[in-house]
């Protein structure tokens, strides 16, 4: 899809951006920002790589126990801190907790390979805020320090219209219940643990009389409110573990496990 495209990544730049963080840490540029009234050499440099970072929403460097040795100011920006802060942070730090194994299994898989290894996960914006993004980690070195290089992208929105999207494919818009390209799923695995179980599983079909006489006589938005209102009362009746949906279009199925026949 068109908004898919336009959310995904692009290739060329955080290659762009890497490639030049790794060539630069190795020529022994310093990359970290000069105290006040320090000489700087790297101007061009520098400003040369925040232009190219500045599509990429974080870039840095870490070592290897994750502390950080360059992040450009467009991250700074995008993370929302300052940087005398970050450098009281690790990588590890900014990463939401339930996605912490994740950052692990990630640089594990980049030291091993030496290529881009890539992962989705959450990161902690601002101290608070939770943000989907893609981390993109490298193998590196900075200033003769081991490490990783590291980009991340904010694919927040990619994600949510994705949700929204696989969402609208398996659910009735009618009716907020499964449609039935979820509800096949549903009774395969039902079908599964039923045979590994030696148990049964049984799949109760529901059509409503005379529905299209409703429509006729009384107009399809009496026709509506009648579904909407039996798919509300056939939830109060369904059980945890039994599978509702609305097949057709006067047709409701429930998928539930039977303990005989």
């Not at 060329?12 to 050499?41: Q, V």
Request: hydrophobic letters at 40%.
């Amino acid at each position: 899809m068109e908004a898919n495209r336009k959310q995904t990544p692009r290739k060329g730049p955080w290659r762009s951006a890497l490639r030049t963080l790794r060539r630069f840490a190795w020529s022994g540029g310093a990359l970290m920002p000069a105290r006040a009234g320090a000489p700087r050499r790297d101007d061009t440099v520098r400003n040369w790589l925040e232009q190219t970072v500045g599509t990429v929403d974080f870039l840095a460097h870490v070592d290897r126990e994750l502390r950080f040795l360059y992040v450009s100011d467009a991250s700074l920006r995008f993370i929302g801190y300052h940087r005398d802060y970050l450098h009281t942070l690790t990588l590890r730090d900014l990463i939401a907790e339930q996605d912490t194994s994740a950052l692990e299994g990630l640089l594990a898989r980049a030291a091993r390979s030496g290529q881009v290894e890539k992962a989705t996960m959450c990161i902690v914006k601002s101290l608070t805020y939770p943000l989907d993004v893609e981390l993109r980690a490298v193998k590196s070195r900075h200033h003769g320090v081991d490490g990783f290089a590291i980009a991340a992208f904010d694919v927040s929105s990619w994600r949510a219209l994705e949700a929204r999207l696989t969402y609208e494919m398996h659910h009735d818009p009618m009716t907020g219940l499964d449609n039935l390209s979820a509800l096949v799923p549903a009774l395969m695995r039902a079908q599964q643990s039923a045979d590994e179980g030696g148990t049964c599983a049984a799949l109760l079909l529901l059509d409503l009389d005379d529905y299209q006489r409703i429509n006729r006589a009384l107009g399809y938005d009496a026709g509506d409110t009648l579904l909407r209102e039996t798919a509300q009362r056939l939830r109060t009746l369904v059980s945890p573990g039994e599978r509702l949906a609305r097949v057709a279009s006067d047709k409701f199925a429930v998928v539930l496990g039977a303990p005989d026949r």
